[in-house]
Nanobody, 122 residues
Framework: EVQLVESGGGLVQAGESLRLSCAFS????????IGWFRQAPGKVREGISC????????KYRDSVKGRFTISTDNAKNTVYLQMNSLNPEDTAVYYC???????????????WGQGTQVTVSS
């Protein structure tokens, strides 16, 4: 069973940084992808970034390019999302998810963590 646990959320001021962590386990195959998604109140869940286990290729949502960086520590089975220059529009619950391909589409991912709250004050 694939399991994912997020951590690292919190309350920060605009312009500050946070690093989210996603500890994962249980993938039955070596080829998988980890994605980061977020959902703000009253809005649909949207894809932020993803990374592929095969070649560490990445994708980013346009609104976070240049501010967010996804990375992986294979020894720790952990994927990180470094978030810089945060602004109030980044406020949301952030989820990591496991799937078979690196896309920003929620439908590609079948296993989800419980989420971690990120709040950015102005």
């Amino acid at each position: 069973e694939v399991q994912l646990v997020e951590s690292g959320g919190g309350l920060v001021q605009a312009g500050e940084s946070l690093r989210l962590s996603c500890a994962f386990s249980g993938f039955p195959f070596d080829d998988y992808a980890i994605g980061w998604f977020r959902q703000a109140p009253g809005k649909v869940r949207e894809g932020i970034s993803c990374i592929s286990s095969t070649d560490n290729s990445t994708k980013y949502r346009d609104s976070v390019k240049g501010r967010f960086t996804i990375s992986t520590d294979n020894a720790k089975n952990t994927v990180y999302l470094q978030m810089n220059s945060l602004n109030p529009e980044d406020t949301a619950v952030y989820y990591c998810a496991g799937g078979v391909a690196c896309t920003l589409n929620t439908g590609t991912f079948g296993a989800w963590g419980q989420g971690t709250q990120v709040t950015v004050s102005s």
